[in-house]
């Protein structure tokens, strides 16, 4: 027996294999570095996509800004040109071109508020809006004061103000200077934005020359019509009515008004000499308050109305005393005034 099973020939050994195990891992693996492959390059595409709409967002803002500053240049022309050369602008030509002025920066500053800000140019853009609603507030004073500036009765304390102005347009130029369009081009520069760069602007030309009150009213004073002083010929204003609310009033008798809305008082005033005439004042009293209302100007034989509200509002029955203050070289003055009484009810 055992000589015939030493007889049997050996069996082979089997070769050897890998085991399954680590099969499985180097799969998972091989898989797992497949998955992280593709995730890092997702996650560098997205951050080019996200770094591409950045500048581009950035670039968009710095063009923005340029447009503004490059209308708002021109703007700046065209208010001190005509203040250095009106030409042959009248006194209501140059009010009214220097109220165009004034909206259009009242568009710029409405502009800068709404521009669509990246988050690193919160700063800047701060500044920016600080220039702009600098500018912004100098032009609305100096357009409701420039009529008066022209005319003869408070041509010099308007005059004060607008110089006063003058020097904060000049301010502006200062913030835009030293803070705003550094910082912008700054956040343009860390994020490696080049060729964007916002334009410089002064919006005061000439250095300080039109910081200074002789300057202002040496050059309001060549718009033609402009009163420096007592024009020769006929002056004259006359009141031609008076109503509140749409009710004409008159001085015979007492006149019914409403008085469930607020009374405003529509004084109506006729230029009844030979010259143009700026700046004037009218003014109302009742219950022994006075409040007052300006006309522009007024052309020769033209009309022009004031409105008055007035508050507090009155009750009962009252005097209303209404008068269109002289103006310089007006001998008769009678028929610049009138007394009416009236209910409101």
Same mark, same amino acid.
């Given at each position: ?190 994020? !490696?934005? /080049? ?9 005061? *030309?000439? &250095?300080?020359?039109? =910081? +200074?009150?002789? #300057? ?84 020769? !034989?033209? /009309? ?9 509002? *009155?009750? &009962?029955?009252?005097? =209303? +005393?209404?008068? #269109? ?21």
């Amino acid at each position: 027996m055992e000589d015939s099973l030493a007889s049997r020939p050996g069996r082979r050994p089997r070769p050897p294999r890998r085991p399954e195990r680590q099969q499985i891992l180097l799969r998972r693996g091989l898989a797992l570095g497949a998955g992280l492959l593709i995730l890092i390059l997702i996650v560098l595409g997205v951050r080019g996509c996200l770094n591409a709409r950045k500048h581009r967002a950035l670039s968009d803002y710095a063009r923005n800004v340029t447009q503004i500053v490059d209308e708002t240049d021109q703007t700046s022309k065209s208010f001190f040109g005509k203040l250095s050369d009106p030409g042959n602008l009248s006194v209501t030509e140059f009010v009214a071109e220097v109220n165009a002025d004034r909206s259009a920066m009242d568009n710029y500053v409405a502009r800068v508020d709404g521009l669509d800000t990246p988050g690193d140019m919160g700063s800047a853009q701060d500044a920016l809006k600080l220039v702009y609603e600098l500018r912004g507030a100098a032009m609305t004073e100096i357009a409701d004061k420039v009529s008066t500036a022209l005319g003869e009765a408070g041509s010099k304390k308007a005059t004060e103000v607008i110089a006063r102005q003058m020097r904060v347009l000049a301010a502006s130029d200062v913030v835009y200077a030293e803070v705003a369009r550094p910082e912008i081009d700054g956040v343009l520069a860390d994020n !490696g934005i /080049e060729g964007d760069d916002v334009p410089k602007s002064e919006f005061v *030309p000439e &250095g300080t020359r039109w =910081l +200074e009150e002789s #300057a202002v009213s040496s050059a309001l004073g060549s718009v033609s019509g402009a009163t420096s002083g007592e024009t020769a010929g006929v002056h004259g204003l006359g009141l031609i009515g008076v109503s509140i609310n749409g009710t004409e009033l008159t001085p015979e008798g007492a006149t019914a008004v409403s008085a469930e809305e607020t009374p405003e008082v529509e004084v109506t005033v006729q230029n009844q000499g030979e010259s143009t005439e700026n700046g004037i004042t009218v003014s109302v009293t009742v219950n022994g308050n006075t409040l007052t209302g300006d006309i522009s100007s007024i052309e020769a !034989g033209a /009309e022009e109305t004031a409105t008055i509200p007035l508050t507090p509002a *009155p009750t &009962g029955e009252v005097a =209303l +005393e209404v008068e #269109a203050e002289p103006v310089p070289g007006e001998e008769v003055s009678e028929n610049n005034e009138a007394s009416y009484s009236v209910v409101f009810e």
